[in-house]
Nanobody, 115 residues
Framework: QVQLVESGGGLVQPGGSLRLSCAASGRSFSTFSMSWYRQAPGKQRELVAT???????DYADSVKGRFTVSRDSTANTVHLQMNSLKPEDTAVYYC?????????WGKGTLVTVSS
């Protein structure tokens, strides 16, 4: 069974950091484009960051310079390093893997930025 499982969420103060991980299982994701999305309460899900199979990255303007996406294809894992967190970063963060017609989502991990 193919799965994406996110971890690393939690409560952090403004200005703090968190590192999210997405562990893939059931098949290799080395050819997949991997993305992080987030959904805040009452808002639509939005794309945060993407990393291609070749390691090319792209970010939403709201997180550029603060978030860094990386992947370890050997470990079948993707990470999202989040620094200088703001209250508006509060959301459920989801991992997504896409390749051709294949499209997988994780169930999400909650990040709360609050003092």
């Amino acid at each position: 069974q193919v799965q994406l499982v996110e971890s690393g969420g939690g409560l952090v103060q403004p200005g703090g950091s968190l590192r999210l991980s997405c562990a893939a299982s059931g098949r290799s994701f080395s050819t997949f484009s991997m993305s992080w999305y987030r959904q805040a309460p009452g808002k639509q899900r939005e794309l945060v960051a993407t990393i291609s199979s070749r390691g090319i990255t792209d970010y939403a303007d709201s997180v550029k310079g603060r978030f860094t996406v990386s992947r370890d294809s050997t470990a079948n894992t993707v990470h999202l390093q989040m620094n200088s967190l703001k209250p508006e970063d509060t959301a459920v963060y989801y991992c997504r893997g896409r390749w051709a017609v294949l499209d997988y989502w994780g169930k999400g991990t909650l990040v709360t930025v609050s003092s």
